[in-house]
């Protein structure tokens, strides 16, 4: 029997100062966290850190797209170079796995990245993840690595997914962090403090956002810190951070996949009408669709979002965004497949 995947997402802030030097002793701390947990996981490691690392290197860093992309291909090699050091004295190679969303969106290519990965575990190698932030088109994106991080928990078909931040959880009214949620709903969604850290691009917004989603496909997330001698083993226990249950799933790997490329530029609104007949397992007619969102072609995956703006679902749709919307005002085009559509 294969041993569960744990995926871990770092962010800058948790890993680097604010100028963007990382942390010595917090890479060593992860290193050791990370090699206790070798024996009971396949585990992925989702490292932001490298923008920060190499924007010291341009002289008047403004933080525009360019010069990001520039900081990030100069701090990739600098980040892996620590991770390096320090998981070589527990034995453990790292390899460098810097992805974009093709290697989501894409069946053949995700099959070919779990492959990959799988030759990764089998012979001891811990891959480290982050955003192909030279490349990435800007429409393209991920919006922060708590999507990569939550994208790649859904598609390896993780049991649980450690988001690690400075504040070390999700903090109630008075500022103390919840120990357990049962379910992320409006309730919870309106503990959030808006705002992010000076360096990283997501926040407690982002993460809850993305623990929605991980969790209704069946994967238990832990937002936590990396404070105290054993911060993964201690999280994963319940005696840090904030733990999200699991919901029920029985979602198939090929639906699982769906739902790993749930975040896209494309996006279909559709009315109550096509809401209901979705829930009862029948395909999306373009009739019930009432806004096209972006450009996509046929088959590609994109967003189903109702009227109130929540996304309830994701689907590979059979033609493209142009013929969809000129096929609104009939009634008997398939804009998507029952079985092409997962619902959260």
């Not at 929605?212 to 069946?218: Q, R, V």
């Not at 967003?303 to 679902?313: K, R, T």
């Amino acid at each position: 029997m294969q041993k569960p995947v744990l995926v871990i997402k770092l962010g800058t802030a948790v890993l680097a100062n604010e100028k963007g030097e990382i942390s010595r002793a917090t890479i060593r701390k992860v290193a050791a966290g990370v090699a206790a947990l070798a024996g009971d996981y396949r585990i992925i490691l989702v490292s932001s850190g490298a923008v920060g690392s190499g924007r010291s290197f341009f002289s008047g860093y403004k933080g525009g797209l360019a010069e990001r992309k520039a900081a990030a291909a100069v701090g990739n090699p600098i980040l892996i170079r620590h991770y390096q050091q320090h998981f070589a004295v527990y034995g453990i190679p790292v390899a460098q796995a810097l992805c974009e969303r093709h290697h989501f969106s894409s069946r053949p290519r995700f099959l070919q990245l779990k492959e990959t990965f799988d030759e990764f575990w089998k012979n001891g190698i811990l891959p480290i993840m982050n955003e192909n932030d030279l490349v990435s088109n800007v429409e393209l994106k991920f919006s922060d690595n708590d999507e990569l991080a939550t994208l790649t928990a859904i598609g390896f078909d993780a049991e649980v997914l450690l988001l690690c931040t400075s504040v070390g959880g999700l903090m109630d009214g008075d500022g103390k962090i919840l120990s357990r949620v049962e379910k992320v709903d409006g309730r919870i969604m309106g503990l959030v403090r808006t705002g992010r850290s000076s360096q990283g691009l997501g926040g407690m917004l982002s993460k809850l956002t993305f623990t929605k989603l991980a969790t209704s496909l069946g994967i238990r997330v832990v937002v936590c810190g990396v404070g105290g001698k054993t911060p993964f083993a201690d999280a994963l226990e319940g005696r840090t951070g904030t733990s999200f249950a699991a919901q029920s799933s029985n979602l198939k790997a090929r639906q699982k996949w769906l739902a790993s490329g749930s975040i896209t530029i494309g996006s279909l609104f559709v009315d109550p009408g096509a809401c209901k007949a979705l829930s009862q397992r029948r395909s999306l007619l373009t009739v019930g669709i009432r806004k096209v969102q972006g450009k996509f072609g046929a088959g590609e995956v994109v967003q189903l979002v109702d009227e109130e703006g929540a996304i309830i679902g994701v689907g590979k749709v059979k033609i493209g965004a142009a013929e969809i919307s000129a096929g609104m005002s009939q009634r008997n085009i398939m804009a998507a497949h029952a079985d092409d559509i997962v619902l959260f």
